[in-house]
């Protein structure tokens, strides 16, 4: 049975036994709560500190903070995280002020806070801009030289992380920044066997403002009187007017075939009760865009909505720490046509233990950056995977003399200066 636009009889039955269920236990009390088994959820509760030391560069302000004051939008979409880690950073217990002593090194540069009048990131000059920023570093201090990066860390938090555009096709050409080769990349894009994913790469959740969406909690006996939810796009006709790359089809198929499916609650409208509307639902749609992330993940954790993951090959934000085959269901994207069918397949029992994961406070912590930092969220959780990382390898540092990277490698836009 795939989706053919309106809920069968039995579809509608079993739905009202499953939100009937549901609702009755939709209060979370601490017995209600399941903690994570095992290593994960030793890794999730980790101090960093003193564990690292992090060296933070101190660039001119228009690598960073001219950036943000011209334009303050920066500081509340999707790719802020560039933002908020400097300033994690900057008060962190883990800053040393003597670099000399310092496990790794981070560059304080802004490559996403240019933006269109739509709040979208141009990414024509990021590669220039971060090229730029490493020069700098490279000519005024020894670290970068001794290592060509490979002790450095750069947030890069766009749609395909340091290829550095929004289309995947393109990105793929592009690849990664040639003079970032040897650096650990903390990227919001992760997929499994992808040109813009390195090896030894953090995979980090995109940013959703923690105060607005701490702001829209409901009641935790408000029941989940929705089966399936969602708001987006399905089409992005000015991007690809053709149809059929977007989202590799995916969310079309989604709306083609499950628009008027009483089952699910979907629409490309965003309505003023969205945050209130995931905490009344089961399942939260999470299909990938042109990237395979989108906040839509974060939202759905925190909120306790049974993330639906719907982008094959996907890397998940601290999946070391996060054990998401136990707290969402992935559903290859071929398999878009079945959705009703696996969702309502799913047990009582398997869909109540989803829900007592996503109730631990430390699952929903991990996913936000708060300002000011909160012990286990994600800014901790990045210093932990920098952790883990060390010590460095030997290879790391580099003979005198020798070099690996060739600063003139790359599209020719990239080198030009900024």
């Given at each position: 049975?795939?989706?053919t ?34 290593s ?37 979409h999707?790719?802020a ?103 650990t ?45 969602f ?18 089809g ?32 089961i ?17 759905a ?21 996060i ?55 994600a ?40």
């Amino acid at each position: 049975m795939g989706g053919t636009g309106s809920a069968t009889a039995p579809q509608a039955l079993a739905l009202a036994a499953l939100l009937l269920a549901c609702s009755g236990v939709a209060v979370v009390t601490a017995q209600d709560i399941e903690r994570i088994q095992g290593s994960a959820g030793d890794v999730l509760e980790d101090d960093p500190v003193g564990r690292l030391k992090v060296y933070v560069y101190e660039l001119p302000p228009k690598y960073n903070k001219n950036v943000v004051a011209k334009d303050s939008r920066c500081l509340s979409h999707m790719f802020a995280t560039e933002i908020f880690m400097h300033r994690f950073l900057l008060a962190s217990a883990v800053r040393t002020l003597n670099p000399d002593e310092a496990d790794w090194f981070y560059t304080p540069v802004y490559t996403t806070c240019d933006l269109t009048p739509w709040g979208h990131p141009l990414t024509v000059k990021s590669p220039r801009m971060m090229r730029s920023a490493i020069q700098y570093v490279s000519k005024r201090w020894p670290y970068w030289n001794r290592t060509e990066g490979a002790d450095h860390f750069f947030v890069t938090p766009h749609d395909f992380g340091a290829c550095f555009y929004f289309q995947e096709e393109k990105a793929i050409q592009r690849g990664v920044l040639p003079v970032l080769r040897r650096a650990t990349l903390v990227q919001t894009f992760g997929q499994k066997n992808h040109v813009c994913l390195r090896e030894g790469s953090i995979t980090i959740p995109p940013y959703a403002p923690p105060h607005k969406i701490r702001a829209h909690i409901v009641p935790p006996e408000t029941p989940r009187s929705i089966f399936v939810y969602f708001r987006g796009l399905f089409y992005d006709t000015a991007n690809d007017p053709e149809g059929g790359y977007y989202a590799r089809g995916a969310r079309a198929s989604v709306w083609e075939n499950f628009k008027n499916n009483a089952l699910f609650d979907i629409s490309t409208e965003h309505p003023p009760t969205y945050y209130e509307d995931m905490q009344r639902a089961i399942f939260c749609l999470c299909p990938l865009g042109w990237a395979p992330w989108s906040p839509r993940l974060v939202e759905a954790v925190v909120f306790g909505c049974i993330p639906v993951i719907i982008a094959d090959d996907i890397v998940l934000p601290f999946a070391d720490a996060i054990p998401w085959e136990e707290i969402a269901v992935f559903v290859p994207e071929d398999d878009v046509l079945r959705l009703d069918t696996i969702l309502t397949s799913i047990p009582m029992d398997e869909i109540l233990r989803k829900q007592r994961l996503l109730a631990n406070p430390s699952m929903k912590q991990a996913m936000l950056f708060p300002q000011p930092a909160e012990p286990r969220d994600a800014f901790h959780q990045v210093l932990n995977g920098l952790a883990r990382k060390l010590p460095h390898p030997k290879d790391v540092f580099l003979k005198p003399g020798q070099k690996v990277l060739n600063w003139t490698e790359g599209a020719q836009d990239d080198l030009k200066p900024w």
